[in-house]
């Protein structure tokens, strides 16, 4: 299977940038990698509501087609592009989290995000804080309150904790560092390390940081 990177958080914390920054300096490592892009803004394409006003229906299309893009990429087939790590650019349970926070608790939608981790588990999962509290509309998909990102950041917190669910937590960063270097530094060493043991190998030390 895959090594599967999570990276969770309310939105407008850079995850979509991180995800994308980590394929590439993995791949730059000789190490195959993708990133799956969050299905948000193509259900925002579709015309279906997300953010505030997001529907039992678009949560759902959400939940699926970003599990449907997981499972496509986590197992090694003939005749398909073949990835050695995956990074998530969110992941079921902070997209279960939105759902939860507009339409209430929902069983088969829980059940469906918890089952998925366990069947296909993240190796490690990332938890990016709120840097900027202005909120850059970016191409319109995301929402600009800041009063619900830091309530979804809060609900995150909290559903993490409640199932259970370990993570770790990225640091804000210093002053000097506005492209959050220690981030990527993070993540590529902890993965690294992580695919030394897994595959009984060892990467050239100018691989990390």
Same mark, same amino acid.
């Given at each position: 299977m895959v090594y599967k990177i999570g990276l969770v958080s309310t939105h407008g914390t850079g995850k979509s940038t991180l995800a994308a920054l980590i394929a590439g300096l993995l791949k730059s490592r000789n190490i195959e990698a993708k990133y799956l892009e969050e299905v948000a803004?193509?259900?925002? %394409?579709?015309?279906?509501?997300?953010? *505030?006003?997001?529907?039992?229906?678009? /949560?759902? &299309? +959400?939940?699926?087609?970003? $599990?449907?893009? *997981?499972?496509?990429?986590? %197992?090694?087939?003939t005749n398909h592009p073949n990835y050695e790590v995956i990074t998530c650019d969110r992941i079921? $349970?902070?997209? &279960?989290? &939105?759902?939860?926070?507009?339409?209430?608790?929902?069983?088969y939608a829980l059940n469906m995000v918890l089952e998925h981790a366990k069947l296909y588990p993240y190796?490690? +999962?990332? $938890?990016?804080? +709120?840097?900027?509290?202005?909120? %850059?509309?970016?191409?319109?998909?995301?929402?600009?309150?800041?009063? $619900?990102?830091? *309530?979804? *950041? /809060?609900?995150?917190?909290e559903f993490l904790h409640e199932q259970k669910i370990d993570y770790i937590s990225l640091p804000i960063p210093a002053e000097n560092d506005p492209f959050r270097e220690e981030w990527t530094k993070t993540i590529i060493n902890q993965t690294l390390e992580d695919l030394e043991a897994i595959k009984r190998i060892k990467f050239d030390k100018r691989y990390y940081f």
């Open positions: 803004t193509e259900a925002k %394409e579709l015309g279906l509501p997300i953010n *505030e006003q997001t529907t039992l229906t678009a /949560q759902l &299309y +959400i939940l699926h087609k970003h $599990f449907c893009n *997981e499972l496509v990429y986590s %197992e090694n087939r079921g $349970f902070d997209n &279960y989290c &939105y759902l939860e926070r507009r339409l209430g608790r929902n069983e190796n490690r +999962i990332y $938890f990016l804080p +709120i840097i900027n509290p202005n909120i %850059e509309s970016g191409s319109g998909v995301r929402s600009v309150n800041q009063e $619900f990102q830091l *309530e979804m *950041e /809060q609900n995150i917190h």
